[in-house]
């Protein structure tokens, strides 16, 4: 599939604009984008449903445009975002659907070729045992899984999915972008508007970041999903990491930037700063830590969290160097908030001395933000806090 220059307008406000995106045998690509972003309107442009007022779709060099309705559908399959049903169909009937651009009085609706394609639907769909049940008495989760099935009965080239996971449960979620992950590595092509950031990076092969009609950004997840971008396209904070399962990007929703401009210096020891991080980012504080070892379990956390740190080698004390460059953190911080147990482990104590507001803490996550609120409240007083 190749989508170029496409400019859509609709009800005189222009939707899409200039977006041009290529799909090859084998790939999977991801759109993300915030709500309005124009994904939708661009997954029924790629199918045809709308007429861009310029620009192209080809399917192995047909214009979809220019093709007859039924002649379109035997290169797209579409699965829509909506699992609605007004009539009492059986759900073998609805994915039967999928062989109508086929059928015509020369191929009656039961041929042999259909009937393959429906039955291996149903079953790779996990639908067999629903196949005679009305489709308006099977859950939400089932009739979006309904849909796909009619998608993959379409026997297309190329595949759109409109939101496929949308109120389906993890477990479900996973098992529909398997599915479609097989179908692609069988050589089909998809594109799938995938609200999920984190799923649209582990399955897709590349990302297309729309915002405001636009193309914001396009490659590889490990290159697209990134703070920069995640702010620029979103206008949202974000810590971006590594999933340690998967090996492909997560993100964690943080507070929105600016709310926010106290600096927080926290400092470690081992695996004391970790339960501490992730409250103070998503408060939005502005937080650094260390001094860390480098590779540990603080230093990871702080990674994952994209907050700068000061490391140390392992097995090793704290250097003059090191020593330095923490404690011109801990001078720049409006407080220091230092783990219960690891007051006196290297420099920690040398450090505490230098802060002008220091928090020593151990309790859950609401204790640390109300002791760090409190920190700063004294020190907005002149007073030099020390809360225990």
């Known amino acids: 599939m190749d989508a170029r220059d496409l400019t859509v307008s609709l009800g005189g406000t222009e939707i899409l604009d200039g977006v041009s995106l290529a799909v090859e045998s084998g790939e999977l690509v991801g759109l993300v984008g915030p709500n309005g972003a124009g994904k939708t309107t661009l997954l029924r442009t790629l199918a045809g449903y709308l007429t861009p007022d310029s620009g192209s779709v080809r399917v192995d060099g047909d214009d979809v445009h220019a093709l007859a309705s039924k002649a379109a559908s035997r290169r797209v399959a579409v699965v829509p975002q909506s699992s609605a049903f007004s009539f009492d169909f059986a759900v073998r009937d609805v994915v039967a659907m999928g062989r109508h651009p086929y059928r015509s009085r020369l191929r009656p609706a039961d041929d042999a070729d259909g009937a393959t394609h429906v039955e291996d639907a149903l079953e790779r769909c996990e639908l067999t045992d629903l196949a005679e049940r009305p489709v308006t008495a099977v859950s939400g989760g089932e009739r979006r899984r309904v849909l796909l099935a009619r998608a993959l009965a379409q026997d297309t080239p190329v595949t759109l999915l409109d ?54 950004a396009a490659g590889p997840p490990a290159e697209v999903v990134t703070r920069d971008a995640l702010r620029d396209a979103f206008d949202a904070s974000a810590a971006v990491g590594t999933d340690p399962v998967t090996g492909t990007p997560s993100v964690t929703p943080l507070t929105h930037p600016g709310e926010r401009d106290a600096r ?125």
Do not use: K, W
């Open 264 to 388: 927080v210096h926290v400092l470690g020891a081992g695996d004391a700063a970790v339960g501490l991080l992730d409250p103070l980012v998503v408060a939005g504080y502005r937080v650094t830590v260390g001094p860390v070892v480098d590779g540990g379990l603080d230093h990871e956390a702080a990674r994952r969290l994209d907050r700068p740190a000061v490391t140390t080698p392992p097995f090793g004390s704290v250097s003059d160097e090191a020593f330095e460059r923490a404690a011109a953190r801990v001078r720049e911080a409006d407080v220091v908030v230092v783990p219960e147990g690891a007051r006196e482990v290297g420099a920690n104590a040398r450090l505490a001395a230098l802060a002008d507001a220091t928090v020593v803490v151990s309790g859950d996550d609401a204790a640390l933000r109300e002791a760090v609120a409190d920190a700063l409240r004294g020190r907005e007083t002149g007073v030099r806090t020390r809360t225990e």
């Open 163 to 216: 939101e496929p996971t949308a109120g389906l449960d993890v477990n479900h979620q996973v098992r529909t972008l398997d599915l479609v992950r097989d179908l692609i590595d069988e050589g089909r092509r998809a594109v799938a508007a995938i609200h999920d950031l984190a799923l649209a990076a582990r399955y897709c092969d590349r990302l297309v970041v729309l915002s405001g009609g636009r193309v914001h």
